[in-house]
């Protein structure tokens, strides 16, 4: 029998999934990014051409459980994606203040979808294909590490994790990456990977992911991720993470 009785609330919408699309080709450089096991947390990365000689990029780490921040982590990556190219599409911008606006603007968007403080560490990019400059904004996350022929440099945070004040911007330097320099990104899941030994936890930490790094092939930014995903598998072992591991990496060839 039928009910009398129907429901005036529309089913729930089905939670919506970030998907990162294929990175853009870039003269005289590579960009790729890889994940290491399940997606379970909130690690967000993508990359785009926002204009003829410029590339934008980005590893957000946004705090939760996958299953629970889908939207949150849409919302993120549509900002990303929308204003950042409106707000790097021009020819004569200031790429600093692009970069803080841009920041700003994922900020609104991540209390907005939230309903209120939710923290998103971020690590936010923007390569000059012509210059070889990359101008970026760390927002509280794990340092970017810069290898060139100096040694291997930590892009340290310029600014808060995003998503915790309505106004917090972070600062955004512009550096240079010569022939053969390469950046690599890594999201905390990497850092705090753990080893269990017979008597205590160690965490692969920074200093291992420089270690690494320095050993890393030169050949191709999907190697350099490949590589230093399969030293966290090995350090990990068999035991099962709680957070997503991700690696991001940006090699200039020519």
């Not at 890393?216 to 591991?245: I, N, T, Y």
């Amino acid at each position: 029998m039928r009910s009398l009785f129907h429901s005036s609330v529309p089913p729930a919408a089905p939670p919506v999934e970030a998907v990162a699309a294929p990175f853009p080709k870039i003269a005289g450089a590579e960009i790729a990014a890889d994940f290491l096991g399940k997606r379970v947390a909130g690690d967000l990365y993508d990359s785009l051409r926002v204009s003829p000689e410029r590339i934008l990029f980005g590893l957000l780490d946004v705090a939760g459980r996958r299953e629970a921040n889908r939207d949150i982590i849409a919302a993120a990556q549509q900002t990303f994606r929308n204003f950042g190219t409106e707000l790097f599409s021009r020819p004569d911008i200031n790429e600093s203040e692009a970069m803080t606006e841009l920041s700003l603007r994922i900020n609104r968007v991540l209390i907005e979808a939230s309903h209120g403080v939710h923290s998103c560490p971020a690590f936010i990019g923007c390569y000059h294909e012509r210059f070889g400059t990359l101008c970026y904004a760390n927002a509280g996350h794990t340092p970017g590490l810069l290898r060139d022929g100096s040694g291997i440099a930590a892009l340290g945070s310029t600014g808060l994790p995003l998503g915790l004040f309505s106004h917090a911007p972070a600062d955004a330097p512009t550096i240079g990456m010569e022939k053969g320099a390469a950046l690599l990104l890594v999201s905390r899941g990497v850092i705090e990977c753990e080893n269990h030994k017979k008597d205590c936890t160690e965490e692969f930490g920074l200093e291992r992911v420089k270690q690494v790094f320095r050993s890393a092939p030169g050949s191709g930014a999907e190697a350099v991720c490949a590589f230093v995903l399969s030293s966290v598998a090995k350090f990990e072992g068999k035991s099962h993470s709680h957070d997503d591991r991700t690696a991001l990496a940006l090699l200039r060839t020519a």
